[in-house]
C-alpha cells in the first residue's frame, strides 16, 4: 500500500473507507433531526452533496492523519 503513494492511500482508506461512514453517520442524524423535531421536508439532492461534501472532507483528513501515523510508525520499526 505504501508504495501505491499518499494520494491513493487517502482515496482509498480515507475517503472511501472512513469518509464514507462518517458522511452517512452523519446524514443519518440530520434526517433523524428533520423528522423528530421539524415539519421540513426532506430533500434528497442536498443529502446527497452534504453526504459526498462530508466524505471528501472527513475521509481526506482522516487519511492524511492515518498516512502520518503509519508512516511514522514504520520508520520507528526500521530504526528499532
Given at each position: 500500500m505504501r508504495a501505491k503513494g499518499r494520494a491513493s492511500f487517502i482515496l482509498h482508506e480515507g475517503i472511501l473507507r472512513?469518509?464514507?461512514?462518517v458522511g452517512f453517520a452523519i446524514i443519518i442524524w440530520e434526517v433523524l433531526f428533520i423528522l423528530i423535531f421539524t415539519r421540513n421536508p426532506i430533500r434528497l439532492l442536498q443529502l446527497a452533496l452534504a453526504w459526498s461534501f462530508l466524505a471528501i472532507v472527513f475521509g481526506?483528513?482522516?487519511?492524511?492523519?492515518l498516512w502520518k501515523q503509519h508512516e511514522k510508525d514504520y520508520h520507528n520499526a526500521r530504526l528499532g
Open positions: 472512513y469518509g464514507t461512514q481526506a483528513f482522516i487519511g492524511h492523519v
